[in-house]
């Protein structure tokens, strides 16, 4: 027989698209296909990662986008949720922006663990030079995110390089259960670096560029001359400069800089990434596995037709290898299980056993193509409106009396407190509600968890809001109405059992044995008040909005 090991979980190949841009102030120019890939039919991008410099950053602007999303990230989220991204996370520090996208497949496997900026402009005390910071785990991998803006001009090398390892030496995460960031598997740096080419004069730097002889430069280009020498610079990785320098240009206009100064070109907008040192293979160990997390780098370029900027945007799309340490999502959000009560969205969701529960966990309902987390048309937090199941199945409703009925599809997300990522999601769906084209009711599927101790009665409780609609969601299923009545009033009960089997009486407080025409009356006596049946079956605490567990009953024992 076969000692085969059971086979682990499969590689995913994740496609990353990173930009960055120095936007010299500008407002977003009207369309960003290129940039963003929109276009290219093979793309098949999983995340955007986009870093910018020089945002307007004047009082009035950053006030505003205090309270607003500021101009670019609006354009992008507009651009981009249509297509299924969501914005993940995002940083800010004055005129220095990161922002994360990703497929909304992909928010359960994706946990935000902090975000950071590290000014460096006036001694450290300035934010308009420095860098903004994303950790994140992917899968279950570490990846740190760095968008910077270091120091101008060809004779400040030094302190570029300065800054640069003052940025990396700020990315602690005291008090959190973070490894090193070089203990990371991944670090993307990126942004406006300023790096500058070195000796070469105006007049060779120009017609090198006009002749395509890019290669004749790079010699001399300064970061590639720092990594050389600086052993933890030499880690990070960077594709081939295969296209024009990207700085500095006229404005509105393709033409490198015809101001008095005349600025030599640069490659000043650079993207870097760095792995996770692995092991060496060597004589003893010539069988080393393949990685189980690699990045590839499939295109790397400027993109010369935008001239809102100084600056041509730079940007780079990777291939992303790796198993996954994280399989499954936290939460699981059952759509099987959705099923609609006139004003209230009900659903049923597991959790795994060790999943950071918390009273300020919420789930949001949204509309396909939501923007960001926030972007939802309703939520509840599942502390106040959550019964449970069992140890980990549990049932929430979501009121969605103000929402419209639309043939869009939605979507239910949970999001952890503690995670501040989103930790489940359904699958789009389409709720039930009001009467479809041919005037009949739509009758939601029963959810196929409802407890039933007896081969034939259920006791349901809910808010009386709903009480229309009960008779309608079970008749479908083989269930009779009998009767219901309010408790306290703010509930009322319902009882019901499988059709031509026992006829019911009802008491002030409570069902009596009796005889009728279909056979013989079950005695049960519930007390609703605390929320457990007082002869024969079992009930769940009270939800403080007013909502009682599905109740299964029993026949007496005789």
Not at 170 to 182: A, E
């Amino acid at each position: 027989m076969s000692s085969r090991k059971p086979a682990g979980p499969k590689s995913r190949r994740l496609g990353i698209h990173v930009v960055t841009w120095n936007v010299a102030s500008a407002a977003p120019p009207l369309d960003l296909s290129d940039l963003l890939q929109l276009n290219n039919q093979n793309a098949n991008l999983d995340m955007y990662i986009i870093g910018l410099q020089e945002l307007n950053s004047g009082i009035i602007s950053l006030l505003s986008d205090a309270a607003f999303n500021d101009s670019w990230s609006s354009f992008l989220m507009d651009t981009l949720s249509p297509l299924g991204f969501v914005k993940v996370s995002h940083m800010r520090m004055q005129g220095i922006l990161l922002l994360v996208f990703a497929k909304y497949q992909h928010l359960p496997y994706l946990q935000i663990l902090s975000t950071k900026s590290t000014p460096t402009g006036l001694f450290g005390y300035w934010g308009n030079k420095g860098g903004v910071n994303i950790c994140l785990k992917l899968y279950g991998y570490y990846v740190s995110i760095i968008n910077c803006h270091l120091p101008p001009h060809i004779s400040n090398n030094y302190q570029r390089l300065e800054h640069f390892d003052w940025i990396l030496e700020m990315q602690t995460f005291q008090g959190q259960d973070i490894p090193n960031i070089l203990d990371h598997d991944l670090i993307i740096w990126f942004g406006d670096m300023n790096f500058r080419i070195e000796d070469f004069g105006l007049h060779f730097v120009r017609e090198s560029i006009k002749n395509r002889r890019y290669s004749d430069l790079w010699e001399k280009d300064q970061l590639s001359i720092a990594k050389k020498h600086d052993p933890l610079l030499r880690e990070f990785q960077e594709g081939r400069l295969f296209f024009p320098p990207t700085y500095k240009f006229d404005r509105n206009s393709s033409n490198y800089d015809t101001s008095e100064k005349k600025r030599k070109p640069a490659w000043t907008d650079r993207i870097l990434w760095r792995l996770k040192r692995q092991p060496q293979a060597g004589p003893h160990t010539p069988g080393l596995p393949a990685p189980d997390f690699s990045l590839s780098q499939r295109s790397y370029g400027s993109y010369m037709m935008y001239t809102i900027s100084d600056h041509k945007p730079v940007a780079g799309t990777f291939d992303l290898e790796l198993k996954p340490l994280l399989s499954a999502p936290p939460i699981v959000l059952m759509p099987e299980d959705l099923w609609t009560l006139e004003n209230d969205l009900m659903v049923s969701y597991s959790s795994t056993s060790d999943f950071p529960r918390s009273p300020w966990d919420w789930i949001g309902l949204y509309k396909v193509g939501l923007r960001d987390i926030h972007d939802y048309v309703s939520y509840i937090w599942v502390g106040d409106n959550e019964v449970s199941f069992s140890d980990n199945l549990n049932q929430v409703y979501i009121d969605i009396s103000n929402i419209p009925a639309t043939e869009e599809e939605f979507l239910l997300c949970y999001y952890s407190n503690n995670l501040r990522s989103v930790a489940g999601i359904s699958r789009p769906f389409q709720p039930s509600y009001g009467e479809d084209a041919s005037g009949s009711l739509r009758v939601p599927v029963l959810p196929s968890r409802i407890p039933r101790l007896g081969p034939t009665a259920l006791a349901l409780c809910y808010k009386p809001c709903v009480s229309r609609t009960i008779p309608w969601l079970l008749a479908g299923h083989g269930w009779l109405f009998c009767d219901c009545y309010t408790v306290q009033g703010e509930l009322e009960a319902w009882l019901l059992h499988l059709c031509v089997t026992h006829d019911w009486g009802v008491g002030a407080h409570g069902w009596t044995p009796g005889t009728g025409p279909c056979g013989p009356k079950l005695g049960l006596c519930l007390r609703f008040a605390e929320a457990t049946t007082m002869w024969l079956g079992w009930g769940s605490s009270m939800g403080s909005t007013g909502v009682l567990a599905l109740v299964g009953l029993a026949a007496p024992a005789k």
